[in-house]
């Protein structure tokens, strides 16, 4: 959500959304939302550049050394193929291991 190109849009939606949550909330009523919600669009490209690129994976165990140490993660591509089918996640598991669902255009 960092590269989405409407941020802006986004954060103001969501301000808008929850100040019409507390006001709902102090009168005591139910939240009636009438606005579409606006969600964040991602380029494509901007989707690739995070999965290829390099990743910090901190504390890793290596057996190279027996000790904890950094290392770097990245996916690469050794030639390119004529089809390339990509499969975009459309869930993922939140901090406290919820499931929770991306709601993002690409």
Not at 21 to 44: I, Q, W
Not at 50 to 72: H, K, V
Not at 96 to 101: E, I, L, Y
Request: contains cysteine; charged residues 25%; proline residues 5%.
């Amino acid at each position: 959500l960092a590269h989405a190109s409407n941020a802006a849009d986004v954060a103001a939606y969501e301000e808008r959304a929850a100040r019409a949550e507390a006001e709902a909330k102090a009168a005591g009523t139910k939240v009636t939302n009438a606005e579409t919600p606006v969600l964040p669009v991602v380029a494509f490209e901007a989707c690739l550049q995070q999965f290829f690129g390099t990743e910090n994976i901190d504390d890793w165990l290596s057996p190279a050394i027996n000790g904890r140490t950094r290392a770097y993660h990245r996916q690469r591509l050794a030639s390119f193929p004529k089809y390339l089918v990509v499969a975009l996640n459309k869930f993922f598991f939140a901090a406290d291991w919820t499931p929770k669902k991306k709601t993002v255009s690409v």
